[in-house]
Nanobody, 116 residues
Framework: QVQLVESGGGLVQAGGSLRLSCVAS????????MGWYRQAPGKQRELVAA???????NYADSVKGRFTISRDNAKNTVYLQMHSLTPKDTAVYYC??????????WGQGSQVTVSS
């Protein structure tokens, strides 16, 4: 079982930056994919960014060039550095671990609010 604890959300003005962190407790395997999703009010949850243990990344088109995902395998931690935030980035951000061998784990969610 994996438990995910997120931190770093909050309120920021448009153009500002935030960094989200997610610490995983329990066993994280090298094959596990770690990532961030977000869900805005009235919208479906969407992938923001994901990263393998080897550092390969994948980003949603809407955040490319503004967000950076990173991972510290020794600390079982994944980060999401967000720059040039806009009100469209306002959402609850969820940390995710996807286990190809079976299993999907979610954090409790962290609110990010960008004011105009």
């Amino acid at each position: 079982q994996v438990q995910l604890v997120e931190s770093g959300g909050g309120l920021v003005q448009a153009g500002g930056s935030l960094r989200l962190s997610c610490v995983a407790s329990g066993s994280i395997f090298r094959t596990d994919l770690m990532g961030w999703y977000r869900q805005a009010p009235g919208k479906q949850r969407e992938l923001v960014a994901a990263i393998t243990s080897g550092g390969s990344t994948n980003y949603a088109d809407s955040v490319k060039g503004r967000f950076t995902i990173s991972r510290d395998n020794a600390k079982n931690t994944v980060y999401l550095q967000m720059h040039s935030l806009t009100p469209k980035d306002t959402a609850v951000y969820y940390c995710n671990v996807h286990r190809p061998l079976g299993g999907e784990f979610w954090g409790q969610g962290s609110q990010v609010t960008v004011s105009s």
